[in-house]
């Protein structure tokens, strides 16, 4: 009942945004606005579908169907949602390799984690700071470096990636970075953290690669 009562405000959201999106009198910004709009309306009613997700994730009963993904795109758009959300916030994001880099998962998985590390290190960027993402290949993956100048508070350091771990956040579930590690992990990734009042986060999310096609 409550997946129901949820979609329906979502769906009309998302005809709305489709209304205002067939407008030829938006600018170029606004129409990426809305663009931002009707994805992040998607992405939530995907959520809804897959709300037991987590739950065979925990019990070990997740049935993962992974595919070749290209890591940079995903990471565009879910850059593109994010600056959507928080306006002015500067999210830069630097690949080693040209070519577009591909990994082996599930679309709405990798979509997941990486807004909610994405949307967490903007939230604790101090003002007047920037978010950096970082994208390479390593021996036994493809990772990707999320970094802010915002240190996380000493008494959640040990367990980041814990269950219902927060710090600071009136309206904060601590779900997040937990449903990060374990989205990554069911694909057969890594996640790690490191931060210092000096020196600022860095989370680091490795997934398998996907496999170079044959010829």
């Given at each position: 009942?409550?997946?129901?009562?949820?979609?329906?405000?979502?769906?009309?959201?998302?005809?709305?945004?489709q209304d205002?999106?067939?407008?030829?009198?938006?600018l170029?910004?606004?129409?990426?606005?809305?663009e931002?709009?009707?994805?992040?309306?998607?992405?939530?009613?995907?959520?809804?579908?897959?709300?037991?997700?987590?739950?065979?994730m925990e019990?070990?009963?997740?049935?993962l169907?992974?595919v070749?993904?290209d890591l940079?795109?995903?990471?565009?758009?879910?850059?593109?949602?994010?600056?959507?959300?928080?306006?002015?916030?500067?999210?830069?994001?630097?690949?080693?390799a040209?070519?577009?880099?591909?990994v082996?998962?599930?679309?709405?998985?990798?979509?997941?984690?990486?807004?909610?590390l994405?949307?967490?290190?903007?939230?604790?960027?101090?003002?007047?700071?920037?978010?950096?993402?970082?994208?390479?290949t390593?021996?036994?993956?493809?990772?990707?470096?999320?970094y802010n100048d915002?240190a996380v508070?000493?008494p959640?350091?040990?367990?980041?990636?814990?269950?219902?771990v927060?710090?600071?956040k009136?309206c904060?579930?601590?779900?997040?970075?937990?449903s990060?590690?374990?989205?990554?992990?069911?694909?057969?990734?890594?996640?790690?953290?490191?931060?210092?009042?000096?020196?600022?986060?860095?989370?680091?999310?490795?997934?398998?690669a996907?496999?170079?096609?044959?010829?």
């Amino acid at each position: 009942m409550t997946r129901h009562d949820i979609k329906n405000p979502l769906n009309a959201l998302l005809a709305l945004a489709q209304d205002l999106a067939t407008g030829d009198n938006l600018l170029p910004a606004q129409r990426e606005t809305v663009e931002a709009m009707q994805e992040s309306a998607r992405f939530v009613l995907d959520l809804i579908d897959h709300s037991q997700a987590l739950y065979r994730m925990e019990s070990g009963t997740y049935q993962l169907e992974p595919v070749d993904l290209d890591l940079s795109a995903l990471l565009a758009r879910v850059v593109a949602e994010t600056r959507a959300a928080f306006g002015s916030l500067p999210i830069h994001v630097h690949q080693a390799a040209p070519v577009p880099l591909r990994v082996r998962g599930e679309e709405l998985l990798c979509h997941t984690l990486f807004s909610n590390l994405i949307r967490n290190a903007a939230e604790a960027s101090p003002i007047g700071s920037e978010v950096s993402i970082e994208i390479e290949t390593e021996s036994d993956g493809i990772s990707v470096h999320i970094y802010n100048d915002g240190a996380v508070p000493e008494p959640i350091r040990d367990t980041f990636f814990d269950k219902y771990v927060t710090h600071g956040k009136t309206c904060g579930t601590g779900i997040g970075t937990y449903s990060a590690r374990l989205m990554t992990e069911t694909q057969g990734g890594r996640i790690a953290m490191r931060t210092s009042d000096e020196a600022g986060t860095q989370i680091t999310v490795t997934l398998p690669a996907a496999q170079p096609a044959n010829g």
